[in-house]
C-alpha cells in the first residue's frame, strides 16, 4: 500500500495569515493527490482534486501543487472558518490511502 | 442537491453483525461508483470497500475483507454495508462516499454524515 505522510501533524496561525501543508507519498502518484478539511463531528468536505483542480464552491484561498511524491496545500489569508483537520489522500492505486492529518489551531 | 444519509449504526458486541444502509438522492445513483470509508474515534480516514456503479466489482481493504460485504439497490438508489464477525477494532464512524465522475481525481466528492458503529462487550 501507498503510504502518505503530511507534515506538520498541527500548526497554529492568525488570521490573515498564509498556511503551507505538506504531503510525501510513499512512492509517485503522479498527479493523483486530493486535499480534504474536516470539521470537529462533520464529514470530511472535498478541496482540492488532481493535485491543483479546486473542487465547486471552495474559495481561491485554497490552492495546490505537487507532481509525484511530494505535494502541499496552502491556504492565504487564514479565515476563521479555516481552522479545521485537513487531510491528503491518494487515487493512484488501490487501496486509496490518506494522511494521518494535520490539525490547523488558531494561535 | 446531492445528499448521502446512513443509518444502522450501534453498538454491538465482538463476534455480532450489523447492516449499515446509505440513501442517496439528489444524482443518478446508478451512475456513481460508491465506497464505505470509516474513522475510528479521534484518528484519521481509512477506506474500506469500493463498489462499481453496475454493483459487478467490489474491493476491500485487507482488514475488512472476508467480514465485511459491499452492496447496492440501484433501483432504491440505496448502499450497503453487511458487517460480520465485528471487531473492537472497528469501532468507527462510518461515512459512505460518491466517488468524483473524474477519472483524473479518483476523490471522493459527496460524503453522508456518518453513523457510528461500537463494538463492544
Known amino acids: 500500500d501507498i503510504q502518505m505522510t503530511q507534515s506538520p501533524s498541527s500548526l497554529s496561525a492568525s488570521v490573515g495569515d498564509r498556511v503551507t501543508i505538506t504531503c510525501r507519498a510513499s512512492q509517485s502518484i503522479s498527479r493523483y493527490l486530493n486535499w480534504y478539511q474536516q470539521k470537529p463531528g462533520k464529514a470530511p468536505n472535498l478541496l482540492i482534486y488532481a493535485t491543483s483542480n479546486l473542487q465547486n464552491g471552495v474559495t481561491p484561498r485554497f490552492s495546490g501543487s505537487g507532481y509525484g511524491t511530494d505535494f502541499t496545500l496552502t491556504i492565504n489569508n487564514v479565515q476563521p472558518e479555516d481552522f479545521a483537520t485537513y487531510f491528503c489522500q491518494q487515487g493512484d492505486s488501490s487501496p486509496r490511502t490518506f494522511g494521518q492529518g494535520t490539525k490547523l489551531e488558531i494561535k | 442537491e446531492v445528499h448521502l444519509v446512513e443509518s444502522g449504526g450501534g453498538l454491538v458486541q465482538p463476534g455480532g453483525s450489523l447492516r449499515l444502509s446509505c440513501a442517496a438522492s439528489g444524482f443518478t445513483f446508478g451512475r456513481y461508483e460508491m465506497n464505505w470509508v470509516r474513522q475510528a474515534p479521534g484518528k484519521g480516514l481509512e477506506w474500506v470497500s469500493y463498489?462499481?456503479?453496475?454493483?459487478?466489482?467490489?474491493k476491500y481493504a485487507d482488514s475488512v475483507k472476508g467480514r465485511l460485504t459491499i452492496s447496492r439497490d440501484n433501483a432504491n438508489n440505496s448502499l450497503y454495508l453487511q458487517m460480520d464477525n465485528l471487531r473492537a477494532e472497528d469501532t468507527a464512524v462510518y461515512y459512505c462516499a460518491r466517488d468524483k465522475a473524474d477519472l483524473a481525481s479518483r476523490a471522493y466528492d459527496y460524503w453522508g454524515q456518518g453513523t457510528l458503529v461500537t463494538v463492544s462487550s
Open positions: 463498489i462499481s456503479d453496475s454493483g459487478n466489482l467490489k
